[in-house]
């Protein structure tokens, strides 16, 4: 799924993060490390929000003095910037948290303004592994749940449903979502760029790491 600026379909995947699924956590190794489970990694109107642990902060018109991540939701309804701090952290701004909006730009440098890179805006590559991703999710229930899909996200250790796949840097088979990625460094940086800027520097606490 794409995270869509306007329309939003959040995205989750590349960095260590990943937005939380109960036993259906997700976590690549981003800049070559680490391992990721079968589990589908992109989320947003599918996603099921686990973390209640703050509440939802309300738009008065005037700065808000609360965090996007004070949300306590990692992904919301798609739409309301208040209803999940990925939501807050693309489309928000100062009235929604005091770090609304902060991801916005790393969004459109990846996606372009329509989540889709169309009119010469964002970078190919990260929409084209979005797009991947999706194909890749055979049955559409939002996880890597078929060796088949799981062969097509990635290079993986051939463990069945529960494989994991291999080091980003390993990704070396361009037929796969994270191999034609890993080859692509222009849309490996955007991608980055834009999940570390929502999971490691924005949404830690709503969408908890590992």
């Not at 391992?35 to 929000?49: D, F, I, L, V, W």
């Not at 928000?92 to 902060?102: E, F, H, L, N, P």
């Not at 939002?142 to 290079?155: S, Y």
Request: some cysteine.
């Amino acid at each position: 799924m794409k995270l869509k600026l306007f329309g939003l379909l959040v995205l989750c995947g590349i960095t260590a993060a990943a937005c939380k699924k109960g036993t259906d956590d997700t976590s690549v190794g981003g800049g070559g490390s680490g391992t990721t489970s079968s589990t589908k990694t992109s989320s947003g109107t599918k996603m099921t929000a686990t973390s209640s642990t703050g509440s939802k902060m309300t738009s008065t018109g005037t700065s808000a003095t609360g965090t996007c991540d004070d949300i306590g939701v990692c992904g919301g309804d798609g739409m309301d910037p208040t209803s999940g701090c990925i939501e807050c952290s693309i489309l928000g701004d100062s009235t929604t948290a005091t770090d609304g909006g902060t991801c916005q730009g790393a969004y459109v440098a990846a996606y372009g303004m329509d989540g889709m890179c169309t009119g010469g805006t964002g970078t190919p590559g990260a929409c084209a592994f979005v797009d991947c991703e999706t194909t890749c999710d055979a049955n559409g229930n939002n996880k890597f749940d078929t060796q088949a899909e799981i062969d097509c996200f990635c290079t993986n250790d051939q463990m069945g449903a529960n494989s994991m796949c291999s080091p980003l840097a390993m990704q070396t088979d361009t037929g796969t979502c994270l191999g034609a990625l890993n080859a692509d460094m222009a849309g490996l940086q955007a991608e980055g760029t834009f999940e570390n800027c929502v999971f490691t520097t924005t949404c830690p606490g709503s969408c908890p790491q590992g």
